[in-house]
């Protein structure tokens, strides 16, 4: 059931997954069902348009070098995900060593330089000493990576995740962690970055996976575990508020209505059918009308 395809070429089709929890669905089959929406499409859907979210569905792209520090560091610490490969070679632009990586990647492999190997095993290291991380993925105490499909009921859009770690249900609230590597862990940083990637919704979404599952109850919450890449490896945890959930809310609900809307009729508008008038950006409009008119 994969949608592993040359850059620019569509997808294969798949066979729709049907809703239920999956412990074991492979990335490649999760990531290849196109009925339904995960909450990077719904964020794709409202952050550029229907249109984009389409092609990049139907036209995946190849691993890009930009992610393999995130894949890597995800595997040692959640202990699963793709083999990393070292290629151990000081050089990565002979023709010998790309054929080495590109046949990494074609077996779904992270190739890593060595360093880059030793920077995830000490991010992995950092994330074991610190208290609250340890505990939210204490090992034996939940799974990692597990898919789930559920219908929305508004709309009869199949929503999908892919749960970081999905801890054992026990007595108590239930605390989904979600692991993410990052530039800055400053509190103000994850702010800007939460605003940028939107993250609050990624936690709506999982939330509402966690009840339709009957995973969790409406006490059930998510919180990120965000690590900087680079020495000291510092770590914060942060749960988005009240307000950011809300806000979250109503902007996952608009796009299952525009993937529903999309979907029964075929079409997947761009950014604007008509031609849009446009203005000056405000500081360009106050210089120039300053210096000019």
Known sequence: ??????????????????PGLYPSLTAEAYHGDRRS???SGARKILDACPAVYR????????????????HAAHREVLGDGPELVVIDAPRWDTKDIKADVAAARDAGAVPLKRHEYDQVQEMAAAIRREPAATALFAHGSGRPEVSGFWADQPTGVIRRVRFDW??????????IP???TCVSADPVDLEKAMATYGYHQQADWYE?????????DDDTVMV?????????????????????????AAKNRRALEVFAECTDTGVWPPYAADVVPLSLPPWAEARDTEEYL
Do not use: N
């Not at 092609?55 to 995130?70: A, N, R, V, W």
């Not at 999905?166 to 605390?175: E, K, N, V």
């Open 166 to 175: 999905l801890p054992d249900r026990g007595p108590g609230r239930l605390i």
């Open 224 to 248: 990120f575990v965000c690590q900087e890449k680079t020495p000291p490896y510092v770590v914060t945890v942060f749960q988005p508020t009240a307000v950011a959930m809300q806000i979250a």
């Open 208 to 216: 509402d996976a966690a009840r339709a599952l009957e995973l969790g």
């Open 37 to 39: 929406l995960s909450s």
């Open 55 to 70: 092609y990049e569905q139907d036209h995946p792209q190849p691993p890009k070098k930009t992610f393999d520090i995130g």
């Open 1 to 18: 059931m994969s949608t592993t395809s040359r850059a620019g070429a569509p997808a294969p089709a798949a066979e729709p997954i049907e």
């Open 178 to 180: 979600d692991y993410k």
